[in-house]
């Protein structure tokens, strides 16, 4: 007989990105008329940079001839792209990264979700709550939690991220956890981490032999002096954390889709009798077996956005996100709304002010066809919240904000 993943049972719910496209397209169908402004899911609005469209047409162009064609990428990724990464995002930030430390892919969505295959079934996760759902479904998909019961799932650490610790919790109350996945600049909340901070969770990881998993997809957002890029800008983090990264939010990539991981070869594992395990050598043996490479003329375009042009042309991109971010949380701050998150993040986190997460989501959907995300979709600490995107266009962002305020005054 044919049995099925039992595991997948114990998922609460949908995934939280389709309920919310569920509920606004069911909105959308019963009032035609509406006019719907999208700032759930952080989904980016700009096209792609000329320096990026240009080098995707000339890699285009290439493919249409027998001389320069290409078919399956390299295993890790074209050496183009990975010398670019490697000296773009770590040398020139004095970091000690190498090129086949780093592995392309076709987004830190996929890399996060498949990353746990490498860890055993016993092993206790500890993630941030709120936290982005990918990193919890996917650990209970492979059964390493048990049901959830008042939105918690037994089994899971939760780090609980609140104004009282200033949204970014330290390893004191991950007791027990082997594994902990770390955002920043955060999703949902928007904050950033210090070195301080960071040290902090990377001493605990080298102390206790465990695992960081940091995700970094948001690191383009940063404005602040001195707030780290990379875990890599730790000491001792080489030895205790994988680093993923993408081009979606930097580069506009969510629908061309470009990414990577950095897995050091330092990054210390164990197997199950406690001898050491090469995690770099495992996730080689994931990613060549299960993987085929991301497109010649996607990785083309992900390089150019190293080139001068290319850099100038996204960060003027992140400014234009950041900018709307900046209206979002002042318009809201006027209507009474506490938010954090949006100077270094594309995410503003919002109280709702005592009503309940869902109930507030529906009525700004209802009452000013504004599609945000529920905070309780992200976990028990997000109850009580909204997270609204700064992905849109300046004069769809006002607009949204003009309705908001008029619901809400
Ligand atoms: C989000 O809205 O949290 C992200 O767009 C989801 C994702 O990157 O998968």
Same mark, same amino acid.
């Given at each position: 007989?044919?049995?099925a ?14 309920e919310v ?7 959308a169908?019963a #009032?035609?008329? *509406? ?13 792609l940079?000329? @320096?990026?469209i240009?080098a995707?047409?000339r890699?285009v162009?290439?493919?249409s001839r027998?001389? !320069?064609?290409h078919?399956?990428a390299?295993?890790f990724?074209?050496e ?5 990464? #490697?000296?773009?995002d770590?040398? $020139?930030? /004095?970091?000690? &990264?190498?090129?086949d ?6 987004? *830190? ?12 079934? =016993?092993?206790r ?30 089994g ?13 919790? /330290? ?30 969770? &990377?001493d605990?990881a080298?102390d206790?032999?465990? %695992? ?7 690191? *383009?957002f940063?404005? !602040? ?10 000491p001792? @983090? ?18 061309t ?9 330092? &990054? ?6 406690g $001898?050491p395990?090469? %995690?770099r050598?495992?996730w080689?043996?994931r990613? !060549?077996t ?8 996607v990785?083309r ?6 080139s ?10 992140v ?25 270094? $993040?594309?995410y503003?986190?919002?109280?709702t002010?005592?009503?309940? =997460? ?8 209802r ?10 979709g992200?976990?028990r600490c /997000? ?18 904000m ?8």
């Amino acid at each position: 007989m044919f049995t099925a993943n039992g595991d997948y049972a114990n998922l609460k719910g949908n995934y939280l990105f389709y309920e919310v496209g569920k509920r606004a397209r069911a909105y959308a169908e019963a #009032h035609p008329d *509406a006019e719907l402004i999208r700032m759930g899911i952080g989904d980016v609005t700009q096209p792609l940079v000329p @320096a990026v469209i240009s080098a995707m047409h000339r890699a285009v162009d290439e493919m249409s001839r027998a001389e !320069t064609f290409h078919g399956y990428a390299p295993d890790f990724g074209y050496e183009f792209l990975r010398e670019a990464i #490697h000296k773009r995002d770590y040398v $020139s930030r /004095g970091i000690d &990264v190498s090129q086949d430390e780093i592995f392309v892919s076709d987004g *830190a969505k996929c890399d996060v979700g498949n990353f746990q295959e490498l860890f055993s079934r =016993s092993c206790r996760i500890a993630v941030l709550d709120p936290v982005y759902p990918v990193y919890v479904d996917t650990n209970v998909m492979a059964g390493r939690t048990g049901t959830n019961d008042g939105g918690r799932y037994a089994g899971l650490v939760y780090l609980t991220c609140d104004a009282s610790n200033g949204f970014v919790p /330290g390893p004191e109350a991950a007791e027990g956890a082997d594994i902990v996945y770390l955002c920043y600049p955060n999703n949902p909340t928007g904050a950033v981490a210090t070195k301080e901070q960071l040290q902090k969770w &990377v001493d605990w990881a080298n102390d206790r032999k465990s %695992l960081i998993l940091f995700d970094a997809a948001y690191e *383009a957002f940063i404005r !602040t002096p001195g707030i780290p890029h990379s875990i890599y800008e730790i000491p001792g @983090a080489r030895e205790c954390a994988v680093e993923f990264r993408s081009f979606s939010k930097t580069a506009g990539f969510t629908g061309t889709r470009c990414a990577y991981a950095v897995v050091p070869t330092s &990054v210390r594992a164990w197997m199950p009798d406690g $001898s050491p395990a090469d %995690l770099r050598a495992m996730w080689t043996r994931r990613h !060549t077996t299960k993987f085929n490479g991301v497109s010649y003329p996607v990785q083309r375009a992900a390089e150019a956005v190293y080139s001068p042009e290319g850099q100038a042309q996204t960060r003027a991109l992140v400014d234009g996100y950041l900018a709307n971010a900046a209206i979002i949380r002042e318009r809201l701050a006027a209507c009474g709304l506490r938010c954090i998150g949006g100077d270094n $993040s594309p995410y503003i986190w919002v109280a709702t002010g005592g009503v309940d =997460s869902w109930s507030f989501f529906d009525r700004l959907l209802r009452e000013a066809q504004v599609v945000t995300t529920p905070g309780s979709g992200f976990g028990r600490c /997000g109850e009580g919240h909204i997270r609204i995107s700064a992905f849109n266009r300046s004069d769809r962002v006002i607009e949204a904000m003009d309705r908001i305020e008029k619901v809400l005054k």
